[in-house]
């Protein structure tokens, strides 16, 4: 799986949109973009995937490059619950079943 | 329908005993992925099972450390002679059959090794 690269942290306030951004230039054909986050003590949660085209579901938005190689998670309304570690993973499409590799992530917080 | 249940969440051991960590996967998930994060690191692959059968065990150390997803019951990640350094995060994920995309991970196991 190709690797993403993060900003170590981010900070935001609450109830503002946050755009998470995630660079994957060696991205293929075949990479699914995934997000997952780990709030704090917890496992991680997925967020939401994408391939080409622009993704939305109740916890987040996926926009994606033309080119492919750069994504932006979008929390629309950023809340003191979203505060966590936030990671980017290519996956392989034909790694089905596979293992998630995951980066060092964005670590976002949250202030009131 | 219950999540990834693990237990458990906490666990405390000497240096040399043995630690037996458990996971039931989602209803009706065949699939089982087990992830060590050590502390200020980040999350690392260790392996994927499936009933009865290793699928992929290349994050696994090669000594020590064991895994099973038996054809009843939980999974079991096993670990032999532990050392202060297998103190960690332990976390299952599970995913059903034909939804490879989502992983979807229990609370995670704490193991201390003092």
């Known amino acids: 799986d190709a690797k993403t690269t993060q900003p170590n942290s981010m900070e935001s306030n609450e109830e503002e949109p946050v755009h998470l951004p995630c660079n994957h230039s060696?991205?293929?054909?075949?990479?699914?973009i995934h997000w997952y986050r780990q709030l704090p003590s917890q496992g991680p949660e997925y967020v939401i995937h994408?391939?080409?085209s622009n993704v939305n579901n109740r916890m987040a938005s996926l926009a994606i490059a033309e080119d492919r190689k750069s994504s932006t998670l979008i929390l629309h309304r950023a809340t003191l619950r979203d505060a966590a570690v936030y990671y980017c993973?290519?996956?392989?499409?034909?790694?089905?079943?596979?293992?998630?590799?995951f980066g060092q992530g964005t670590e976002l917080s949250v202030k009131p | 329908n219950a999540g990834v249940m693990q237990n458990p969440r906490h666990l405390v051991r000497r240096r040399g005993q043995e630690a037996r960590l458990r996971c039931s996967p989602m209803?009706?998930?065949?699939?089982v992925y087990w992830y060590r994060q050590l502390p200020e690191e980040g999350l690392k692959f260790m392996v994927y099972?499936?009933?009865?059968?290793?699928?992929?065990e290349s994050g696994m150390p090669k000594e020590r450390f064991s895994a099973e997803f038996p054809k009843e019951g939980p999974s079991i990640l096993r670990i032999q002679q532990v050392v202060r350094g297998d103190s960690a995060a332990y976390f299952c994920?599970?995913?059903?059959?034909?939804?490879?995309?989502?992983?979807?991970f229990g609370p995670g196991t704490r193991l201390l090794v003092l």
């Open positions: 060696t991205i293929s054909g075949t990479d699914y």
């Open positions: 993973i290519l996956r392989d499409i034909y790694n089905q079943g596979g293992k998630l590799i």
């Open positions: 994920a599970s995913s059903p059959q034909g939804d490879w995309e989502t992983q979807y």
């Open positions: 099972l499936q009933k009865e059968n290793i699928i992929d």
């Open positions: 994408g391939l080409t």
């Open positions: 209803k009706g998930h065949s699939h």
